[in-house]
């Protein structure tokens, strides 16, 4: 804001966001020095629900760590589920059939899509508009019913195993699946003839929020983040895995670095993933869900070694450093939104308080992913 | 024992008004719900009474039997005093508001100006709470009321002035008397004294939205920003007071752009007129300020107070001058 002008030291004064506060969607804390309305100063205070997820993974063998995943970014489990798994089994060189692979991608990008729904709804929410969110909610809930045949939970799903997938699809889901699709195509113009065409949203978004491209590299930001800075890095692309390089489908990138770029970004995203899905369904082929020869205690070649996988929120990857027992010896996890909240401070200084909250609702915070 | 007449008059009319008031108060939260949730597809409330009729009640007697907490380190007596002093200048605006030829309280020569005076002072009480509440939130919400207030009140009082030029009158009776006879009477279609009328209509209709802090322009509350904002720190009845102000100054507002604009009891078609036209007015528009609160985002502070000064200050003044000047020649 060019309107900004410091003052002095002693006219400004520390707000406490949070840890409870309705815009930080759960327990996360900025400290904010501020002037009147002006943001001078951001810290981003994390450790509220700090669980030690990495030293749990070091502390069970390797099967048993597999509920944890789903634990952290509660609302693409899937993703997490698969980057795990997918680390192990480069780890002890374990196939994986093809059906599972198809399996996999199809959950997992359905759980994008519910993701990003929810992405949607919450984020309007915080620009103050309440309705979109249950209209979200409704389309949501129809991938959670499908997701719930399959893997029998709606929202921390364990789905995947090493060598394949718990259990094999029952005869209502693709045509569930397809008829989702079309339901959730014939609503995408109405959210974005009531929402994205919003006068009072279009104002809110539009050159607001800037993160250059120099930012996103800075901190490390990954996902619709880095996308709507211009920065073409998808992980599904760029570092393909499981069977994502048969499958066609873009990469939305806005290069106008605002709110709105990531945004659209998203809204895009749904689209593509549909896309991945209906190839996956046109595609799926016959045969088991779980490799045969997968041994009941596992216990991956020393080493050290890495996976990383595109959700919803960026990239996550995960390390994990085997000394050839039945337990990780360590297992770094990298999470996409601890990278895309750092970046908060730098962004948001000199901003107004609710142009500051709409970067940070832009960023699609998901709080037990950030403090694991 | 002799008693005057005039004097059970005004009480009985007292007594209606406060009871006019608290009703309103209580029945546009319901209808709010209901409005909210059918928009949202849902239900709303449905649980007490029929169609959830009775929530007002029950929520009445919750909010009542809470206890009154003050919390250490506000200023008590300005904590205390604020919701009174948003509810009282709402309750006293309605004693001279005409809801048809007969049923007015007290017709006054400056009803018009009792009613925007008293709805200054809404604001202080706004103030006066967020201040005593010695809460960062309530402050910077205050902050933004005011200076909310001081952008809108100007519009929307040269709007009106525009009206009484046209009317030659602040007698709200008199001012819905020239109106009579069908919709093209009423001030929003009187083209021949102005033809940006409907524009006025528009302008004062917006202005009243950001009057009463209602979305888009609920920069007071902001509750993804501001957590309540000026009602961070209220709890109980000091908080229902508080929107039972604030739902009173949305049936003054509605009443007022009713009288003005929409022609008071008249009929559309110049038959029956009565108190059911007025309020059937008067509810539409109070359906869409809440229709308006469920669709639109909020906007931010600077968007609306560019709108005020750099959009509807300069048109409402167009508006004066060109009326001034048809005047003049017609």
Known sequence: MSAFAKSEANETFVLNLGPQHPATHGVLRVKLTMDGEYIVEAEPVLGYIHRMHEKMGENRTWAQFLPNTGRMDYLHALAYNHGYVSVVERAAGIEVPERAEYLRVITAELNRVSSHLLWFGAFILDLGGFSPLLYAFDDREHILDLLESVTGSRLTYCYFRFGGVYNDIDDNFVPGTRAFIKRLRDRMPMYHNLVTKNIILMKRLQEVGPISAEMCRKYGATGPVCRGSGINFDVRKHEPYSIYPEMDFDVPVYDQCESMARYMVRMDEIEQSLRIIEQGLDKLPEGPVMAEKVPKIIKPAKGDYYHAVETARGSFGVRVVSDGSNTPYRLKLRSPTFSNLSLFGEACQGMLLPDALALMGSLDLVIPEIDR | ?330
């Open chain 2, 1 to 330: 024992m002799h008693v005057d007449p005039e004097i059970i008059r005004l009480l009985a009319f007292l007594v209606g008004v406060i009871a006019f008031a608290a009703l309103n108060a209580a029945y546009l939260v319901w209808l709010e719900r209901k409005e909210a949730a059918h928009i949202q597809r849902r239900i709303g409330p449905k649980e007490v009474g029929p169609f959830g009729l009775f929530q007002p009640l029950v929520d009445g007697i919750k909010l009542m039997t809470k206890q009154l907490i003050v919390p250490a380190g506000v200023d008590p007596v300005l904590f205390k005093i604020a919701p009174i002093l948003v509810m009282v200048p709402a309750i006293m605006s309605f004693v001279t508001i005409p809801f048809s030829e007969t049923l007015v309280a007290r017709n006054l020569d400056l009803g018009l100006l009792v009613i925007f005076a008293f709805a200054s002072v809404n604001v202080l009480g706004l103030l006066l709470g967020a201040w005593g509440s010695r809460n960062k939130y309530a402050v910077i919400s205050a902050a933004r009321v005011v200076s909310q207030n001081v952008a809108y009140e100007i519009p929307m009082l040269v709007t009106v002035v525009t009206l009484v030029m046209i009317t030659g009158t602040m007698n709200l009776h008199n001012i819905v008397m020239q109106q009579q006879g069908g919709f093209w009477h009423w001030n929003i279609l009187n083209l021949s004294a102005s033809p940006l009328m409907p524009v006025a209509f528009l302008i004062f209709f917006v202005c009243m939205l950001a009057e009463t802090n209602r979305a888009p322009f609920d920069m007071a509350e902001a509750e993804s920003e501001l957590v309540a904002g000026a009602f961070t720190e209220y709890s109980g009845m000091g908080f229902g007071v508080f929107f039972m102000g604030e739902y009173a100054n949305i049936v003054i507002g509605a009443s007022v752009a009713t009288i003005l604009f929409l022609g008071g009891w008249d009929c559309p078609l110049g038959l029956f007129p009565g108190v059911h036209w007025f309020l059937i007015k008067m509810y539409f528009l109070i359906f869409t300020v809440i229709w308006i609160r469920w669709t639109f985002p909020r906007t931010t502070f600077y968007g609306l107070l560019n709108l005020s000064w750099k959009i509807l200050i300069p048109i409402s003044f167009f508006n004066l001058i060109l009326t001034s000047a048809m005047l003049k020649v017609f």
